[in-house]
DNA sequence: ACTTCCATGTCAAAACTTTGACATGGGAGA
DNA sequence: TCTCCCATGTCAAAGTTTTGACATGGAAGT
């Protein structure tokens, strides 16, 4: 064992559970999971919910755009936006302007849809917000960006 | 808008992505990448590695114990544990000694492989903690365990 | 003892996501 | 101009995960 350090005071035994990988899979498990709830209520899925937030922000982001923004496969994020237009919530031109890119678009509905379900995804993000010391939260979204840019690089 | 507040300094407006629901998102799809990269390289999936991981510090957990540890439903932990008793990495009793649930424990070569790829998964991990200033490391994690139980009650 | 309740293991179907492949539009550089 | 390369959109198949349902073993309370 250690040779140098004598037996100090009781430590918790550093296990799996507390190391970062397993503590940010937990954190976003329970936060899908609060997301599922409320989105659900609205009949909303989380990619579906992610898709009208990024587009209400930034309109005309294509398919390949939104599925880079919310982490999963184009062929995923096509899934996502055929469903969003079945439900009328986005509109996409028949044709591309510009290369292959199609720009997509909140409609009226799709306006109206996301202001009412913001309400309840905010309130979960307020949640999360209200568990961490205030001082500490700019400090947590810096240390969350630099986790997530030491490993994408 | 806002009455009280003169246009101050120049201050990124602070759109969804800086929301702290999509940094732990982004955080950890880049997590999930990250492992699973290296992971196919030992043939092992991220759930497989998980609960080797677990078994090895807390020998004899049950199928729905894993299954609560790694996130995932008790169907999918099935798959899971099915997968690495087909490559003998794992061994469960036939017969449940008490109750229904099957204690599961790793074999020796579950043992061996195991501490392979542990060197490259901790690898990651040290990508992660080094990307953090390492006094703040501590509040890091304690902060992520806020976000979890905050969203778990 | 009996009933009720809860957790576990498992099967089957549905839903979702990724992997793999291919065609098309446009830009960079010879 | 022409060729090469890259990004996009989309189809089909495979893989993975969840939803839903059911049977069984034990514990708690009556």
């Known amino acids: 064992m250690n040779e140098r350090t004598p037996t100090g005071p009781p430590q918790p035994v550093p296990d799996v559970t507390h190391h970062v990988g397993y503590l940010v899979k937990r954190a976003q498990a329970a936060l899908r999971a609060a997301m599922d709830k409320v989105l659900r209520a609205h009949g909303l899925t989380v990619p579906q919910y992610s898709t009208l937030e990024l587009l209400a922000q930034r309109p005309g982001m294509s398919n390949a755009d939104l599925a880079r923004a919310t982490?999963?496969?184009r062929q995923s994020g096509n899934v996502v936006l055929r469903g969003l237009q079945d439900a009328g919530l986005i509109t996409r031109p028949a044709t591309a302007d510009h290369g292959r890119a199609r720009p997509t678009h909140l409609t009226e509905e799709g306006h109206?849809?996301?202001a009412v379900v913001q309400e309840a995804v905010y309130a979960?993000?307020?949640?999360?917000?209200d568990a961490i010391p205030p001082q500490r939260l700019p400090t947590l979204l810096a240390d969350l960006e630099l986790l997530a840019t030491a490993l994408e690089e």
Do not use: G
């Not at 979960?124 to 917000?129: L, N």
């Open 71 to 73: 982490f999963v496969t």
């Open 112 to 114: 109206r849809r996301l």
């Open 124 to 129: 979960v993000e307020q949640r999360m917000v």
